[in-house]
């Protein structure tokens, strides 16, 4: 019997849990980018604009809490090479 003992590299998993300080980074970079004139990734009408009195880190959270932010975490991995 032979077994295949080649060792798997596993692809770093997808973060869904993430620390205060990332998703602050991560909701900062967000509404810098939404405040130079990167278009809403979510759909939102003018009355909830004027609610919000167009605040970009309002508008970058509620992005973050629909999952739609573009940004992503790159966190480092203790005893494996990164990939890239």
Known sequence: ??????????????VT???KYEKARMIGSRALQLSMGAPF????????LERIKYN????ALKEFNEGVLPITVK??????????
């Not at 970009?56 to 508008?59: G, R, S, T, W, Y």
């Not at 966190?75 to 990164?82: E, L, M």
């Open 1 to 14: 019997m032979v077994m295949n003992m080649k060792k798997e590299t596993a692809l770093p998993e997808e």
């Open 41 to 48: 990734l979510v759909k939102m009408d003018v009355a909830d």
């Open 56 to 59: 970009p880190i309002e508008i």
């Open 75 to 84: 966190r480092p991995t203790v005893g494996r090479k990164q990939l890239n």
């Open 17 to 19: 849990d993430y620390t």
